[in-house]
């Protein structure tokens, strides 16, 4: 087991009713629904609700090919012989999907629900499907199903935020040291040119490449000027397939992404994270530098900040915030792991 694993697995298997689960990325949060749900096989049911398509795909793929039974939801297939059922929040609330859902309860053979990637609900609007999925999966685990919250990215600053939204109560929190040691963080104080792109590019030794952009528009520009492929969430379905399992495989070594390929996604030949301005927050930042050195290699994230324009009335924020991290002289890393952790 890595750190934390076991712990997590041995609560889990003890039934305690809900459980938040804060372990780094790359720790191996998967585990922790798909080992038990494997020693139970078909006879039992665990669902698990993840905000984003591609990662589903990439699990189902991959745990299956292990010999779990899982499928990805979809109202026309059939799953009685699936011990891992995976859904997006979208899917999850969806009338098809509770008419499965309460069918698999009332026979008892649903045994637990976890929701990865929980952290979702601290940053987005109200009315969002990831906000709705959260507190349905509340009301199920008041109806007695077992409940697990999952994520990488869950600061202690965050947690009363997170249990409101969420409209959890008595929920035990269990937290790991999220620190990657196998990460170099770099921070630049000035504007990315091709140039230094290009020799960025030339450190990562022949592994992957992700730069990480704001926007789509930036996406494909900076994807063109680079003459590489780029990745968000407006693309079709097939593209995006397609472009992940490239990058996967390693037969794709820069892309230009969005955050769209920023949570759960694990590619383990990533060398290098490159992102080009200041990120929106450090929770995101977290988790787009956490695709770098997923098989435990070390790996290298790069952050381009220029400063502002007008340097005088800059205002020294606290380490949350990403223009206050960006003006550290201390360990980033450790300033990172601070805040996130707690300590």
Same mark, same amino acid.
């Given at each position: ?44 049911? &665990? ?16 745990? !299956?090919?292990?010999?779990? $039974? ?23 609330? !969806? ?40 507190? $349905? ?80 528009? $930036? ?38 992404? &969005? ?27 977290? $988790? ?48 990172? !792991? ?6």
């Amino acid at each position: 087991f890595k750190p934390g694993q076991k712990e997590a697995i041995d609560r889990i298997n003890r039934r305690e009713h809900e459980l938040v689960i804060v372990m780094g990325t790359g720790a191996g949060k998967s585990l922790l629904f798909m080992l038990p749900a494997f020693a139970m096989g078909p006879t039992g049911l &665990t669902i698990v609700v993840s905000p984003l398509r591609a990662l589903i795909e990439d699990m189902t793929a991959k745990y !299956s090919a292990m010999g779990v $039974q899982c499928g990805t939801w979809d109202k026309r297939g059939n799953f009685e012989d699936c011990s891992v059922v995976l859904v997006t929040p979208e899917r999850f609330i !969806s009338d098809e999907f509770a008419v499965f859902f309460n069918k698999n309860r009332q026979s008892g053979r649903l045994h637990n629900l976890f929701y990865d990637e929980a952290h979702s609900i601290t940053s987005v609007d109200g009315d969002a499907p990831w906000r709705d999925a959260l507190q $349905q999966c509340n009301n199920l685990s008041r109806l007695g199903t077992q409940t697990i919250y999952l994520t990488a990215t869950l600061p202690p600053s965050k947690e009363e935020v997170f249990f409101g939204r969420s409209n959890l109560r008595s929920a035990s929190v269990i937290r790991h040291p999220t620190s990657r040691p196998e990460l170099r963080y770099e921070c630049v104080r000035d504007m990315h040119s091709v140039a230094s792109i290009r020799q960025d590019i030339s450190r990562a030794g022949g592994r992957v490449v992700l730069i990480f952009v704001h926007t789509r528009n $930036q996406a494909e520009n900076e994807a063109k000027i680079l003459g590489c492929g780029y990745y968000h969430a407006q693309l079709d379905n097939a593209t995006k397939k397609k472009v992940f399992e490239e990058v996967r495989d390693g037969t794709r070594k820069l892309l230009v992404t &969005t955050s769209a390929l920023s949570c759960g996604i694990d590619v383990p030949g990533v060398g290098m994270v490159i992102h080009l301005e200041t990120p929106r927050c450090l929770v995101s930042y977290a $988790q787009e530098t956490g695709r770098a050195g997923r098989g435990g290699e070390s790996a290298i994230c790069k952050l381009y900040a220029p400063p502002p324009e007008d340097e005088d009335t800059l205002e020294r924020y606290n380490v949350g915030d990403p223009r206050g991290y960006v003006e550290m002289t201390e360990c980033l890393r450790g300033k990172l !792991s601070e805040y996130l952790d707690g300590k």
